[in-house]
């Protein structure tokens, strides 16, 4: 088993006119190595709990028990969560469950509960779901590490008065909230309403605390081996704590987009799997890049990239045209997968057809490789540059390896651009507008600065 990082691609010998010089990745030793220090900082002061997620199984003790027993009495599963509550759970499904679910029986199908994320509040959503369900058979994971996330909370209430409406005694076994394991509104009902609780570490952020209780309790209900995942996160975690830079999977990857984005002008950062099962996790990515580097440094620089999502080989036919041919401002990371669950040979048919006849024997899974790396390719030749994250295969030990990668990359990333990647201070005055709209009793600041802003303007509404 193995994840391995190609960065040929990103380097000037190989990408005429766009890659990084060797002497700039050379100097750039000694600032991965400052990086370095400061995330051995942040850990030793206990701000980075999930790499303490990924030491041991101690912690999946409570979580497996409550899967293998009280859990595997319902049918449906729904998460009510948002970003980082919802967006790693809705990767691990379709990564790890949805290909599994295809290959089994009917009999296996109907062991395994089926997951249903509600990661908003749109109601054209939701209405149609609680509707379909079987609410005596449906179990609810309320997570908010806060216990006060407007959009959860709203969930969670509209669900709870449907559950009491429709079961009367005993909705209680219906709800599992995941929140912090001493404070917030749902650590209080948990409390006063004996409500089963599994804790968010109060060290991890929504964004990474996919291998916490909060991605792993599901995952587990559905099957998914969630040893395997905190195994592969071990693995890649130690490899990612080494103090050569190029022996160091995320410090590479971390610095590399550093320097694409600061010295080449290339601040779009796209991770673009050749792989269906790792479509969502270019969502995840997304937030965990966007939330964490989007800062103002020292209170007054904007900084960071922008992270972008793709699908190989589907957006070879609408995104790379622009990845080619568009501003020279972006680097692409390719996920590959070496080995397929299954694999479809192309029929030999229209032998004397050319555009045809070349495709019979090949196999799908060949053709997949062969786009990814022929896209690559072109896009080095272009002076574009790029490297490729390559997987054996889509299981739980290699996810939980690149999750685990990309996160650490993140800290480093955050350290290399002089700013805090743990916080997220820019969305915080949105959420206080909300509540002021929403007539929360301790938002009356923020009522009076809503009221002080400029209303629509009747001539600029057409």
């Known amino acids: 088993m193995a994840i391995h990082l190609d960065y040929t691609n990103m380097l000037a010998a190989n990408v005429p006119g766009g890659g990084i010089s060797e002497a700039a990745w050379d100097d750039a030793e000694t600032a991965f190595a400052a990086a370095r220090r400061t995330l051995e900082a942040q850990r030793a002061a206990g701000a980075l709990g999930f790499l303490d997620v990924a030491e041991g199984h101690a912690s999946l003790a409570e979580l497996r028990q409550f899967a293998d027993g009280a859990g595997q ?44 994320v509600l990661d ?48 009367e005694d005993g909705f209680q076994r219906h709800l599992v909230f995941i929140t912090d394991p001493e404070k917030g509104a749902l650590r209080a009902i948990a409390r006063a309403e004996r409500i089963v609780s599994l804790d968010v570490p109060p060290n991890v952020g929504g964004r990474f605390s996919v291998l916490s209780p909060v991605g792993l309790l ?129 029929p030999r048919l229209h032998g004397d057809i050319p555009e045809l006849a070349y495709l019979g024997g090949h196999h799908l899974g060949e053709l997949l490789d062969i786009e990814r790396r022929a896209t690559a390719g072109a896009l080095a030749r272009r002076g574009r540059p790029n490297m490729t994250i390559t997987l054996d295969r889509v299981d739980a030990w290699h996810v939980g390896g690149l999750i685990m990668l990309l996160e650490m990359a993140t800290i480093y990333a955050g350290a290399l651009y002089g700013i805090n990647p743990l916080d997220q201070p820019g969305v915080e005055l949105g959420k206080q507008f909300t509540y ?6 301790d938002a009356e600041r923020a009522r009076q600065e809503w009221e002080q802003l400029p209303k629509p303007d009747p001539r600029r509404v057409i």
Not at 74 to 79: C, L, Y
Not at 144 to 167: D, F, H, N, P, W
Not at 436 to 441: K, Q
């Open 218 to 346: 599901p995952a587990a209900l559905i099957g998914i081996d969630v040893h395997a995942l905190v195994d592969g996160a071990a693995d890649m975690a130690r490899r990612c704590e080494r103090a050569t830079l190029a022996e160091n999977p995320a410090g590479v990857y971390a610095t590399l987009q550093w320097l694409a984005d600061t010295q080449l002008g290339c601040g779009i950062h796209v991770l673009m799997p050749y792989s269906d099962p790792l479509r969502d996790l270019g969502d995840w990515f997304v937030q965990l890049w966007a939330e964490s580097l989007g800062k103002l440094r020292d209170g007054t620089t904007p900084t960071g990239p922008t992270p972008m999502g793709a699908l190989g080989a589907t957006d070879q036919h609408s995104k790379v045209q622009l990845f080619m041919e568009g501003p020279r401002n972006k680097t692409v990371t390719f996920v590959a997968v070496k080995e397929l669950p299954r694999d479809l040979e192309i």
């Open 436 to 441: 002021a709209m929403l007539g929360r009793a």
């Open 120 to 167: 908003n509040v749109d109601p054209t959503t939701i209405a149609p779901l609680l509707d379909r369900l079987e609410l005596g058979s449906t179990l609810f994971i309320v997570i908010s590490k806060s216990g006060s996330t407007a959009e959860t909370m709203a969930q969670y209430l509209i669900v709870r008065a449907k559950l009491e409406e429709a079961l």
């Open 73 to 116: 009495a319902f049918n449906d599963i729904v998460v009510l969560g948002i970003g980082g509550s919802a967006l790693g759970t809705i990767a691990l499904r379709t990564a790890l469950a949805a290909p599994r679910w295809n290959e089994l029986s009917d009999d296996a199908r109907d062991f395994f509960p089926r997951l249903h």
